[in-house]
């Protein structure tokens, strides 16, 4: 009775562990054992154009997906009934569960394949391929499973886009097997993007979470989706994006007729808040046509980039990258081309910063804009200096030249003149207001910061040095971004906008809310910034303007007017590679009241010994062209307009059809 009573009051004590103290442990691990969670994915967020065009949208799709895990439960489900039809009873267990394994999962394979290759639109090698990993992932993971080794990737894509009659046929053949838990068709959203790669820079892409393998230090120790925006608009408003999933609870064991048992509760995903950006879709095709055709004249190693800028509003118009690539394609590799250099090359900007230079010093007042200077037969040994400032067009000629001849001409030895009149404090100050030391805090990801050279101990620059490079832009480094919008403080009067992309957001319930833009500041006094326009219009108009040559090509082939546009080329040696230069040109129009504001920066072109041999034409023929295709020029009997296939398409226009000029860009 002694020993009764201590086993029943063990029991007792067994029995209350297990049915009180760790109910919630014990009722978790049957969940587990017996429920599955199937995923609903949520429709991502749309991305259109300011004029509503769609840049990035869904694609519904339908994907087999095989788990190996559920596909080893099944197996051991099944094994029983092998054994009973190959009369099995009487030998060892390790003998046949082990052929009775190989059996099951040789005929499943073999079956799900040919109904595979008989049904889906699936190359029948493909299919065969993915039989055979399938059932070598099988038996890859019941050895692991049995030393305790890491288990191989659990989920397999045997097939994509099933068409509805596929489904039914594979699910039949899934029924057959007894196998259906351990399989599902998927529902998904693919991402699709009609205009391909000129947009491919902003956009970004969406792409897999888990990375290919089967290490568990490849995947994410947090919790979410398997496919990401990645760069670009996709991943700075990911969360925004993605919506919310929604969700099942299913039995794992199939039914009696091979199904999984729905148990109710099921909620369907959210979809994302769609978002409108400031990228004119036109726009950034004409601009990648011509980032192309730039990139075919005179390769870059490193890339070429550029801007459209509204100059008033700072809305990014079009930005592109070339290189570039196709979201389309699903990228995925590391050392793929996804980088926004216009955002994340900080660079030499050169020449290009001169009218900078020239406004901050009329500012301040320390030089007139009919003041000359001696430029010393293009070479100045400054004292305290190791290498003396040369001129790359001087002319013998005129070695006494004006404040806008110096900036047409683009003389080193003037700016450092004019810089040094004007003082180190001016300006160091003036380009710190200009932005030149901030980022512009657009959306998107990876904006670097720029630099402007540090203080020494609180004093100011080193006038030998440090001033003399920066005046014509050496020992500072801007961000394209960053340049450009300094280029439309330049156009627009003085007040500097700070750049951004995202213009509205559209919630799923259908309210709208747009995204305020920041106050402008002045940071220029209007009258400089007037007298610095007409100085840039010389660059281009004047016949020893250094961008003089290539807009009288386009002058003449009808692309341009006389006193349309201005800008300012720019070339900075490469210090690791003094043979190689970093090639800048940036323009903005119509004069005398500019809209738009156009930067090409080429980083390292081969064959190019300045700026604007790469950069002055395909930038001028892109604000040409914008501008037609935003109607801000003056009557022209050929327009532009996106085609078909995402491209530019310059066309005659009757005269009847030719209306006024409008104000301001159009909505």
């Excluded at 900036?407 to 001016?426: F, T």
């Excluded at 390292?604 to 037609?628: N, S």
């Excluded at 009757?654 to 209306?659: H, Q, V």
């Amino acid at each position: 009775m002694w020993v009764l009573g201590v086993l029943l009051l063990v029991l007792w004590g067994r029995l209350v562990q297990v049915q009180v103290l760790r109910r919630d442990r014990y009722d978790n691990e049957v969940d587990r054992a017996v429920l599955k969670s199937v995923v609903h994915p949520a429709e991502r967020g749309r991305i259109v154009d300011r004029s509503g065009r769609v840049l990035a949208d869904n694609r519904g799709t339908v994907h087999l997906v095989a788990d190996c895990k559920e596909l080893e439960a099944a197996e051991g489900r099944n094994i029983f009934r092998y054994r009973k039809q190959q009369g099995l009873e009487g030998a060892p267990d390790e003998a046949w569960k082990a052929s009775a394994r190989v059996m099951l999962r040789t005929e499943m394979v073999a079956d799900l394949a040919a109904v595979l290759q008989g049904t889906v639109g699936v190359n029948s090698g493909s299919v065969a391929a993915r039989a055979r990993d399938l059932a070598e992932r099988l038996g890859r993971l019941h050895k692991d499973r049995e030393s305790g080794r890491l288990e191989p990737a659990r989920r397999v894509v045997l097939a994509r886009d099933l068409t509805p009659d596929e489904e039914v046929a594979v699910t039949a053949a899934l029924r057959k097997h007894r196998v259906s838990v351990a399989f599902s068709l998927e529902k998904d959203f693919e991402r699709i993007y009609p205009a391909g790669a000129s947009v491919s820079s902003v956009l970004g892409f969406v792409g897999a979470r888990l990375e290919a393998g089967s290490n568990k230090s490849e995947r994410p120790t947090e919790p979410g989706p398997e496919r990401i925006g990645r760069g670009g608009i996709e991943g700075k408003l990911e969360p925004w994006l993605r919506g919310a999933e929604g969700k099942e609870i299913v039995l794992r064991a199939p039914t009696a007729r091979g199904g999984a048992l729905d148990l109710g509760g099921a909620s369907e995903g959210t979809s994302g808040i769609d978002c409108t950006l400031t990228i004119d879709a036109t726009l950034n095709a004409i601009l990648h046509e011509q980032l192309l055709r730039a990139n075919r004249e005179f390769p870059c190693e490193h890339g070429i980039t550029g801007i459209v800028l509204s100059a008033k509003t700072g809305e990014v118009l079009a930005m592109d990258t070339v290189p570039s690539f196709d979201p389309n394609a699903r990228p995925g590799e590391k050392n793929h081309p996804v980088t926004n250099k216009a955002l994340v090359n900080p660079y030499e900007p050169g020449s290009a910063i001169k009218p900078f230079t020239i406004a901050a010093a009329l500012e301040a007042g320390a030089v007139h804009v009919n003041d000359t200077f001696a430029l010393h037969n293009g070479v100045w040994s400054i004292p305290g200096r190791r290498k003396p400032i040369k001129d790359s067009h001087f002319d013998s000629a005129h070695n006494v030249q004006s404040v806008g001849e110096i900036l047409a001409r683009s003389s080193n030895v003037g700016a450092v003149k004019i810089g040094h009149r004007a003082g180190s404090e001016v300006i160091e100050e003036s380009f710190r207001r200009y932005g030149f030391h901030d980022s512009c805090g657009i959306d998107l990801p990876g904006e670097a910061r720029p630099r402007l050279p540090r203080r020494d101990r609180g004093r100011p620059w080193d006038v030998p040095n440090t001033l003399s490079s920066v005046c014509f832009g050496y020992q500072m480094m801007l961000t394209p971004i960053r340049f450009a919008a300094a280029y439309a403080m330049l156009a627009n009067g003085g007040l500097r906008v700070e750049p951004r992309l995202v213009r509205a957001i559209r919630f799923s319930d259908g309210r709208e809310e747009i995204v305020a833009a920041p106050e402008p500041v002045r940071v220029m006094r209007e009258d400089v910034a007037k007298t610095v326009q007409r100085l840039c219009h010389g660059v281009v108009t004047e016949e020893y303007g250094t961008a003089y040559k290539r807009a009288e090509s386009l002058r003449q082939a009808g692309y341009l007017e006389v006193d349309t546009f201005a800008g300012k080329t720019g070339s900075a040696v490469v210090p690791s590679r003094p043979d190689r230069i970093n090639g800048t040109f940036a323009c903005f129009g119509p004069m005398p009241d500019p809209e738009i504001v156009v930067l090409f920066v080429a980083f390292e072109p081969k064959g190019a010994r300045f700026g604007g041999d790469i950069c002055a034409q395909p930038a001028l023929e892109t604000l040409a062209l914008c501008l037609r295709a935003l109607g801000l020029t003056s009557p022209s009997p050929r327009r532009v307009r996106l085609g078909d296939d995402g491209n530019p398409v310059i066309e005659p226009v009757p005269i009847e059809a030719e209306g006024n000029k409008p104000e301001g860009l159009p909505n």
